[in-house]
């Protein structure tokens, strides 16, 4: 990569900004250069390099003059002598407010678990944020910077740096709809994370390509002549898939490279949102569609604002082709999401920083929600913990049956989508019709569906157990606030008897046996002054009994032993994965397998047409593999008891297990048994 020079980043400037202002970069510019004079990176170019890298990014993102000049001295105040009231006097407030928001997220050691220090600089940061978005574009272009250069750092930095940006860099380029950087950084933390799995799919990939480059640029050539005899203007491209977005979906599905779906990819941009459902309809002529495989992301478009037609058609040989079909503007909206609205939005053509960032608040309801986060002021813990489940977490699209739309995370139940309607909504819900079908008000919510929720006035306080199954912060809220409407007494009743059922769920000894030193450490882990209050608080609900088994007991007295696999396996073939707060389980050896816990589980079901499938299809959704199985039944009631040995790969894993299988029409217990 060649180094970025000041003249690229004004000359690039100037194709979407004729009016540039040439002497405030060159300004910029000169200044950051002098403050960075004696300052070299760790692969010993000179530090300069940084900054005029980032922001030749941004220049992809059609960022504006003051956005430019804030990238080039961001490190300023951070690295050098000078301070953020040097660079407000000379540059200005509004580009010292963006050069203070992109260095609020301080340079820590990252591990797996976050330190105070840097969940606060999150906080800090991602407040700043809500004020100026800018300063989101800036830190990202910063960190892709930071990973294009990564190879120069010692292995442990490499890794920590890489995780970082899993773990808050790219949920944050996902939320702003940044793809092409999004995918970018997810290739490199991929490259830097699993770097035996990199290489083996970079390889395979391009042998893919090799092998079926005549079929997808035959297609291409079939479909374009076709769209130049109907007189329709149109730029047709083949589309690379990014390597990480492959592995995904290996690991997701648990498919071989070769049964995963839409490896190969061809893009079709076209002038008006008329004529891409009418190529819709050319392709499904030209090549059998896959059935189910149509998306309409116009008519119904991602949270982040991501529009789009796909279809997967069948190429010959029964090679599967994903078309993807959209106008230009919807193509710079999916290249670079929130900041094409940003820098190209009609409302804020006088570029008024006030007007841009009113406009792109109200189209993004996450900021909100962070904001919000920050008032009700949760422990650092509560804080990533609701980060990761309400704004970084996938989101689902739902109707109201008045046709208004509501966003939840993936995985949200009925009991969220009632709480976000109105408290009293939630409160009374008792069950729930999605698409006109009547299901359980726990059931999880599907995107696209239209909801409408079952009340009754009988119901006046929530069950206890729904705050272990809702997914957001608010539904959670909620019901711990119900909860505490109830008589102390009640909460203490509760306490006893959800706690008592987890110990028995993962089968661990009785509540009466907890030790006075076991006591004593859960209420200082808690920060409760009593027994009979921590009791209260877990039947309310602001202590959940799963945290009290996680923190009373050690891995190995709930799962015993791990075993490691004794069979050979490709890298590809050996990862084990599993949906942990949205990110990929870390393993310390890239080059061994996970370790994995062989668990028995019993199960109690009343019988039904399907409900063994059922629980094999749960399980396999989660990754977890069924060693053993064996069924007592008892014909004259219907009822069977399962005993299960199955294979996870953490206690995480096991919650979700239990959690999967109760929510099962039929299934009426599951505990672990020793």
């Not at 797996?112 to 940061?125: C, G, H, L, P, V």
């Not at 991602?126 to 990202?140: A, N, V």
């Not at 206890?464 to 997914?471: D, G, L, M, S």
Request: charged content about 30%.
């Amino acid at each position: 990569m060649l180094p970025i020079k000041i003249e690229s980043i004004i000359r690039q400037g100037k194709t979407y900004l004729p009016q540039l202002n040439e002497k405030r970069l060159l300004n910029a510019y000169f200044f950051a250069k002098e403050a960075h004079k004696n300052q070299q990176r760790v692969d010993g170019t000179s530090y300069i390099i940084h900054p005029l890298s980032a922001a030749f990014t941004l220049t992809r993102l059609h960022a504006d003059e003051d956005t430019l000049i804030a990238t080039l001295i961001h490190d300023v105040p951070e690295d050098t002598d000078y301070t953020f009231e040097d660079i407000k006097e000379k540059f200005g407030a509004e580009i010292a407010f963006l050069v203070e928001g992109a260095t609020k997220l301080e340079k820590v050691n990252y591990r797996n678990n976050m330190a105070d220090r840097q969940i606060e600089s999150i906080k800090k940061f991602l407040l700043h944020s809500t004020q100026d978005i800018r300063i989101l574009f800036i830190k990202l272009a910063d960190r892709l910077h930071n990973m294009q250069t990564l190879s120069a750092l010692p292995r442990e930095k490499q890794l920590r740096v890489a995780h970082e940006t899993m773990d808050i860099y790219i949920p944050i380029a996902n939320l702003l709809g940044i793809w092409e950087i999004k995918q970018e950084l997810e290739d490199l933390c991929f490259r830097y994370i699993y770097p035996d799995e990199y290489e083996e799919l970079n390889s395979k990939m391009k042998q893919i390509h090799t092998k079926h480059d005549r079929q997808i640029k035959s297609m291409k050539t079939t479909l374009e002549k076709n769209l130049t005899r109907l007189k329709i203007s149109a730029e047709v491209s083949l589309r690379p898939q990014n390597l990480f977005t492959i592995f995904q979906k290996m690991v997701e599905t648990n498919r071989r490279l070769n049964d995963t779906d839409d490896l190969l990819g061809i893009r079709i941009i076209v002038h008006d949102k008329e004529t891409c459902y009418r190529v819709l309809g050319i392709i499904h002529e030209l090549f059998r569609p896959k059935a189910g495989r149509v998306k309409d992301y116009i008519a119904i478009p991602k949270v982040n604002g991501y529009k789009s037609l796909h279809t997967t058609v069948f190429a010959k040989g029964g090679i599967l082709t994903e078309f993807q079909i959209r106008t230009t503007d919807m193509q710079a909206e999916s290249d670079y999401g929130i900041a094409a609205h940003y820098y190209y939005n009609k409302q804020c053509a006088k570029n008024s920083t006030n007007c841009q960032c009113q406009w792109v608040q109200k189209q993004s309801t996450w900021m909100k929600k962070i904001i919000d986060m920050q008032r009700e002021n949760n422990n650092n813990g509560d804080f990533i913990k609701n980060l990761k489940v309400d704004i970084f977490r996938d989101r689902i699209f739902v109707f109201t049956p008045s046709g208004d739309v509501l966003d939840l995370p993936e995985g949200a139940i009925g009991v969220d989508f009632a709480y976000h309607i109105h408290s009293d909504l939630g409160d009374q819900a008792i069950k729930i019709y999605r698409n006109g079908q009547e299901f359980p008000i726990t059931s999880e919510l599907k995107t696209g569906e239209t909801l409408e929720v079952i009340t009754s006035k009988k119901q006046k306080i929530p069950p206890r157990e729904w705050i272990e199954k809702v997914k957001t912060n608010l539904a959670k809220r909620k019901i711990s606030e119900s909860l505490k409407r109830q008589s102390r007494p009640k909460c203490y009743r509760d306490g006893i008897k959800f706690l008592a059922k987890e110990l028995h769920r993962y089968g661990c000894n009785e509540l009466a046996t907890i030790s006075p030193e076991q006591k004593n450490f859960l209420l200082e882990k808690f920060d409760v002054k009593t027994w009979h209050e921590f009791i209260e608080q877990v039947g309310e609900g602001e202590i959940s009994q799963y945290e009290v088994i996680q923190n009373l007991y050690p891995i190995e007295k709930i799962m015993g032993i791990p075993h490691r696999t004794t069979k050979d396996y490709s890298p590809l073939a050996k990862i084990h994965y599993s949906k942990i707060e949205g990110a990929v389980v870390r393993r310390t050896s890239i080059s061994s397998p996970a370790p994995y816990y062989r668990l028995t589980i019993f199960l109690k079901i009343i019988n039904r047409v399907g409900i063994l499938r059922d629980i094999g299809i749960e399980l396999a959704n989660l990754g977890v593999n069924i060693y053993k199985i064996e069924v007592e039944p008892d014909p004259k009631i219907k009822k069977y008891d399962f005993i299960m040995v199955i294979e996870v790969i953490s206690l995480q894993q096991l919650q979700r297990v239990f959690e999967s299988l109760e929510s099962i029409d039929g299934v009426r217990e599951v505990i672990r048994i020793n």
